[in-house]
Structures are given as structure tokens and as C-alpha cells.
């Protein structure tokens, strides 16, 4: 019997190793890996470059304390704000972390501009992570239930909604940040079209605010661009990453631009663990590898063409509510829960979530090619004709 914590559903399957986008269980079963372990390895398994970066570098030094200098962090965070035009990055494990460091800095930023008791304007279905203060910003109570009572500073209101927005604006002197996805992941891939991300630029920039970019699960090329804000071209003041940020290895940072940036000093913040060589080199090798293999180029191309065959696949089928999403960040909605599909694709040798109950979520790795694709579109369609037909 397992001594590991029972925090997870988990299905009965144990992997051995992983080949490109293909994963192999204890029985040498075969699986497409349309998942890449929720958006975390953005090269797919067992990368040639990826492999050679973390060994390498395991050979040489593993961790050093943040006490001392770190040239591959000073390496990484250089090519992190060059991608993004921004100024600042400060390294953690996770994309939760990177997300406490944003709350921290937002309560900073009001503090230093009097308010005593600032707030954060938050949207519904948003996860912004686990911790006691992302899990109190995040949009789900059935997340935040057992938990209470939550920290209080923020304010929620309905995704995309600029006009609730502004209406507390009108009267809520209180609010330092608004903090939200460009696409919902856990919410149900739930794209925000590119006026809302401008007429949110321009109230921020109105009214003080920081505009603050959880790009955790759609950064790092996932969506065509290196970040989804760069498709409405709305520069955050802050933004969040972590997931496929090293392809794997565990690493998160917190992102600041104009006046977000000089925030934090010495003893403000801080991560043992964060930002480390190992994590660095893996995080080094992903970013060479996105630009030299135009992998952004690719999931462009891969996602239209998973979207398209999807939509040709189940044209008319009663049941299908939407396909949508950006690059390889895909959801097809249905119109009931589905959770069962996650364990029937598994049995089928395919890989993938459901989120928000109703969602299928599809975050392939960005090395997928346009014959995994077909192929991945072959296996699901029927499996969701079948679903809709028969529950």
C-alpha cells in the first residue's frame, strides 16, 4: 500500500519512459500524449537537446544558494525579459509561487502608494494555484471549499467583463491590480478576444493600476506567441510563468515591467529552490529550441489543423457546444459532463483532460507533428460521437 497523500484521482496507469509524444506504460503500452503533462513539456519526452542541458549541467552543479550569484539565472532571466519586453524576473518552483510573488508585489505596490488595505481585481473561473493566497484569487469554489477562511483582498468579477470593471473603478479606491489569464486553462479554455485585453490596458494605465498576466499554462509558445498578451500586444506590468517554462523541470517566475518594477529589495522575497542551474540550463535549452525548430510556427499550423479536423469530425453532431482556444491550448465543449472521457481516451492509448466538467482540454507538445495530429483527431472524434450517442 501507498504512502503518497490521496490528493489525486488518479488512473491506474504507471509510465516508463517517453518518446517524442508518445508515452510507454509498465505493460509497453503505447500512448499519445496529447496533454505533455498539463502544458509542462513543451518539447514532448526524452528531447535530445533538453537531455544533453540537464545532464550536462547535473554533471557539473545541480543547486547553489540565491546567496551567491547564478550566471545561468542571469542568462535565463535575460532571455525571459528580451521575449517579453520587460524588466525584472524573479525565479520560484511553480506557477502558484510565481503567482503569490505578483499578489505580494501588488499589496507593495499600494502600500507604497498609501492604501492600507489594497485590493486585486480577480475573475470568475480563474485558478490562479493552491497556495493559501492564489486559492483565495482563484474563481472555482468547489477549489476553495474546506478551505475558509479565504485571504481577503480581492474582488471578483465576471471574465471578460471590462464594464464591471469599470464600475469599480468608479467608486473602489482601493484597488492596486487586476490579475487574470488571457485563456482560462482550468476555467474551460476560455479565450479573452483581443478589445477586452486593450480596453484593460487602458484602464489600468488610467486609473494606476497593474495589470498583472497569469501566462503559466498559455506562455512559453504555446498559443503562436511567446505569451498570450503579445496577440493584443497589452504589455502586463506583471506576468506569471512556470509549467513549460524548463520543458519539465520544476522552475516559475514573476515578471515585471514599468512601475512594477524596483518593487522588491533585499529580504522582500525569496525561493531556496528557485532559479537554480539545473532548472536554468533545462529552461535555456527550451527557449533554443522553440526559436531554432519554429515551434511557435508550429503550433499555429498544428492547433488550426487540430480545431479544423475536430470541427469537420463532429459538424452537426448534437451535443458539441464549441471547439476553441489558441495554438495547442484547445478545448471542445460539450454540452454535459464528460470527465469519463479522460479514462476511455486512456484505454484507447490517448492522453488528455477534462476541466470545468464540460471541457475536453487538448495542450499537446509543441513538437507535434501534423500526422500525430490526424492521428489524434482519428482516435477522439469517434470516442465523442460515441459519448454523445450512447453517455
Known amino acids: 500500500m501507498s504512502h503518497v497523500m490521496n490528493t489525486y484521482a488518479r488512473l491506474p496507469i504507471a509510465f516508463t519512459h517517453g518518446e517524442g509524444v508518445w508515452m510507454y506504460d509498465e505493460t509497453g ?48 532571466s535575460d532571455r525571459i525579459a528580451e521575449t517579453a519586453g520587460m524588466d525584472e524576473v524573479f525565479f520560484c518552483n511553480s506557477g502558484c509561487e510565481a503567482n503569490e510573488a505578483a499578489i505580494k508585489l501588488a499589496r507593495m505596490y499600494g502600500h507604497k502608494k498609501g492604501i492600507e488595505l489594497p485590493h486585486i481585481i480577480v475573475m470568475e473561473s480563474a485558478f490562479h494555484g493552491r497556495t493559501m493566497a492564489t486559492l483565495s484569487a482563484t474563481g472555482n469554489r468547489k477549489a476553495q471549499a474546506g478551505f475558509e477562511p479565504l485571504v481577503q483582498g480581492f474582488i471578483r468579477v465576471p471574465y471578460k467583463d471590462i464594464e464591471a470593471i469599470r464600475k469599480i473603478a468608479e467608486h473602489d479606491h482601493t484597488v492596486v491590480a487586476v490579475m487574470l489569464e488571457m485563456i482560462q486553462g482550468e476555467g474551460g479554455v476560455n479565450v479573452a478576444d483581443e478589445t477586452f485585453q486593450r480596453e484593460l490596458r487602458a484602464l ?181 460521437r460515441d459519448f454523445l450517442a450512447n453517455g
Open 204 to 384: 489600468c494605465d488610467d486609473k494606476g493600476w497593474l495589470m498583472m498576466c497569469d501566462e503559466v499554462q498559455c506562455g512559453m509558445g504555446r498559443t503562436g506567441k511567446w505569451y498570450g498578451w503579445q496577440h493584443a500586444g497589452t504589455k502586463p506590468d506583471v506576468m506569471t510563468l512556470a509549467k513549460g517554462l524548463a520543458s519539465g523541470v520544476p522552475i516559475g517566475a514573476c515578471v515585471t515591467s514599468g512601475k512594477a518594477t524596483g518593487l522588491f529589495g533585499p529580504g522582500n522575497h525569496g525561493s531556496t529552490f528557485g532559479g537554480n542551474p539545473l532548472a536554468c540550463a533545462a529552461g535555456l535549452a527550451t527557449f533554443d529550441t522553440i526559436v531554432e525548430d519554429r515551434l511557435m510556427d508550429n503550433a499555429v499550423a498544428i492547433g488550426d489543423q487540430i480545431r479544423k479536423g475536430m470541427a469537420e469530425a463532429l459538424v452537426g453532431v448534437a451535443g458539441v457546444v464549441d471547439i476553441r482556444g489558441r495554438g495547442l491550448m484547445i478545448g471542445i465543449e460539450l454540452d454535459r459532463p464528460c470527465g469519463v472521457l479522460m479514462a476511455r481516451a486512456a484505454e484507447q492509448g490517448l492522453l488528455l483532460s477534462v476541466t470545468a466538467e464540460r471541457v475536453i482540454r487538448l495542450l499537446p507538445a509543441l513538437t507535434f507533428t501534423a500526422d500525430e495530429a490526424r492521428t489524434l483527431v482519428a482516435m477522439l472524434a469517434p470516442m465523442v
Open 29 to 76: 503500452k503505447r500512448y499519445l500524449d496529447a496533454l505533455s503533462g498539463i502544458a509542462v513539456n513543451t518539447l514532448g519526452h526524452n528531447h535530445p537537446r533538453l537531455v544533453k542541458a540537464v545532464a550536462d549541467q547535473a554533471g557539473k552543479l545541480i543547486h547553489t544558494s540565491n546567496l551567491y550569484r547564478i550566471p545561468l539565472q542571469e542568462q535565463f
